[in-house]
């Protein structure tokens, strides 16, 4: 299974499934990341968290630990 933790910077990808429960699922899908969306990695800092994305037309901060619970292709 590959996470969004690991595309590298430039890469887009699309989002197959959002793994994790209530309150954290909740809110990964309240900023916009939700199923066949299209996410570009934009930025990864220097030790790895947090990485920066745009997802629908917006720039967003992920940390390592919430990107790691959404499943790419």
């Given at each position: 299974?590959?996470?969004?933790?690991?595309?590298?910077?430039?890469?887009?990808?699309t989002?197959?499934?959002?793994?994790?429960?209530?309150?954290?699922?909740?809110?990964?899908?309240?900023?916009?990341?939700?199923?066949?969306?299209?996410?570009?990695?934009?930025?990864?800092?220097?030790?790895?968290?947090?990485?920066?994305?745009?997802?629908?037309?917006?720039?967003?901060?992920?940390?390592?630990?919430?990107?790691?619970?959404?499943?790419?292709?």
């Amino acid at each position: 299974m590959k996470t969004l933790r690991d595309v590298k910077v430039g890469e887009t990808v699309t989002v197959v499934k959002l793994h994790g429960e209530g309150a954290v699922k909740r809110r990964i899908m309240d900023m916009g990341i939700t199923k066949n969306t299209q996410v570009y990695v934009r930025k990864v800092a220097p030790l790895g968290d947090p990485v920066e994305v745009t997802v629908r037309n917006y720039e967003l901060t992920i940390r390592k630990a919430d990107a790691e619970m959404i499943e790419i292709q």
